[in-house]
């Protein structure tokens, strides 16, 4: 499933909007604007609350929580990397994930722990500067990929507001 990413630039608190491939919107994940640390609900367009995601403050390095269901996925930006940004993504299970690549221009790979590539972010399907496309393979939990990735967005982009 491919889906289109696009942060609200004139908005209160980091917001964003999560289409499909139809181009019609499916998700909202609403910035908490005066709050300490970023907190965000992700919520579907009729208002439920499908996860809550939180940053650590007292942590080496941007480090998140995803809350969901009564568990906590963990994302981690590793700090000591070469020429190459990479967050570890600690899954309740066995299922953990990795992103890497060109986080600074949304051009990465989520990848599983056999090396599985399991979704692609990339800007370069869209012209304009503040959406970018996340492709999912089938099977995959969207709702945490999608996640993620606006954490990256916001470790990676916090500044352009």
């Not at 066995?94 to 599983?112: I, K, T």
Request: hydrophobic share 40%; glycine share 8%.
């Amino acid at each position: 499933m491919l889906y289109q990413l696009r942060q609200k630039i004139l908005a209160f608190g980091d917001d964003f909007t999560i289409r499909d491939e139809q181009g019609q919107d499916v998700f909202f994940v609403d910035g908490h604007v005066f709050a300490l640390g970023n907190k965000l609900s992700f919520q579907d367009m009729q208002g439920n609350q499908l996860a809550f995601i939180r940053q650590r403050l007292l942590s080496i390095g941007a480090t998140y929580d995803i809350e969901r269901s009564g568990s906590v996925t963990t994302i981690h930006k590793e700090i000591f990397t070469f020429l190459r940004c990479r967050f570890s993504i600690d899954v309740p299970g066995p299922n953990d994930l990795e992103a890497s690549g060109n986080l600074l221009d949304h051009e990465y790979e989520f990848v599983d722990t056999r090396g599985s590539a399991i979704a692609r972010v990339s800007k370069r399907w869209f012209a304009f500067s503040d959406h970018y496309g996340v492709e999912i393979a089938d099977g995959q939990d969207d709702v945490l990929v999608l996640a993620a990735a606006v954490v990256i967005d916001l470790c990676c982009h916090g500044d352009r507001k």
